[in-house]
């Protein structure tokens, strides 16, 4: 199924969040966020949390600053 994932398509195997953070090449999860379909995902829903075709994954990196 096609996914949406910080504007690019990306295609995935099966229904799974972490699968479709797999295939967009997120390595390490600290400091950050996930949206989809506007909606942030709480960090204890992403290994249930499923997608659904066409769903919009925004992935938010946190960054020092002032």
């Not at 398509?9 to 972490?18: E, P, R, W, Y």
């Not at 942030?40 to 769903?55: A, C, G, L, R, T």
């Amino acid at each position: 199924m096609e996914v949406i994932i910080n504007q690019e398509v990306f295609n995935i195997q099966n229904d799974s969040l972490i699968e479709a953070l797999r295939i967009y090449g997120l390595q390490e999860t600290s400091g950050i966020a996930i949206a989809v379909n506007d909606h942030v995902i709480p960090k204890s829903s992403w290994n249930s949390f499923q997608v659904h075709p066409q769903d919009n994954i925004i992935i938010i990196r946190a960054a020092q600053g002032g």
